[in-house]
């Protein structure tokens, strides 16, 4: 809890315009831990221009240009792989969701199929995955959201409807943690976690027998090497 609070403090005082160094000394944490925390809050021109020792405002246009140099070799390597990949087939698709569903979907309901997490992208995908590789109606998708006691349950609500185009009779009332989201680190995208499901007993073993094949057939590879 203690570094969660250090970690909070640390990035008020970089959006107030602080340097590494002020901020080490006001918070007494190590600058690899201001380095993790504060990498992707740079100083604009009007707060570097307030600091008076030359050493540490190089050191700020430096930390600025590696990060426009990293941000620039992301968007080379971004550019590579979607020419390299994409686009792919449907069979591609559902391998990707299959694989995906291995890892985060309800492995233990015999009929439910359900995927939760707080990442927008991957909710939408597997969304995508159910309707266009399962051949599952959307308005039988159902929608359980997994919300905190102080975030606002209606722009919960509103927003992931519109992020899955999903209307709002589809979602069950949302499940609400009683702890805080303030209590928490300062992960995930904000609007809680989101669950997709359908009940479909002959599409789930399906699915679940589509993995046993997989998990074989990369066993037995796995054995040879």
């Not at 009683?178 to 995208?189: A, S, V």
Request: aromatic share 10%; with cysteine; charged share 30%.
């Amino acid at each position: 809890m203690a570094k969660l609070l250090e970690r909070r403090k640390a990035i008020e005082l970089r959006r107030q315009g602080k340097s590494y160094s002020e901020i080490k000394q006001a918070l007494s944490v190590s600058k690899s831990s201001l380095s993790l925390w504060l990498r992707n809050i740079p100083l604009n021109e009007k707060q570097l221009s307030r600091i008076k020792d030359k050493k540490e405002k190089a050191i700020e246009r430096f930390r600025e240009s590696m990060r426009l140099k990293r941000e620039k070799r992301l968007k080379n390597y971004y550019e590579a792989q979607k020419t390299k990949w994409l686009p792919i087939s449907k069979k591609e698709e559902f391998i990707a969701g299959l694989f995906l569903y291995w890892g985060e979907g309800n492995k233990s309901s015999r009929n439910s199929i359900s995927i939760n997490n707080t990442d927008p992208a991957v909710i939408k995908f597997s969304l995508y995955w159910l309707t266009r590789c399962l051949g599952v109606p959307k308005e039988k998708i159902k929608v359980q959201l997994h919300l905190y006691s102080d975030m606002d349950i209606e722009e919960g609500l509103n927003f992931w409807s519109k992020e899955l185009a999903l209307k709002k009779y589809q979602f069950s009332k949302p499940y609400i943690k009683k702890t805080n989201k303030i209590d928490i680190d300062q992960k995930g995208f904000g609007y809680g976690t989101c669950g997709i499901m359908v009940h479909d007993t002959v599409l789930k073993e399906n699915i679940l027998m589509a993995m046993k094949a997989f998990s074989d057939c990369f066993g037995e590879k796995a054995a040879k090497i």
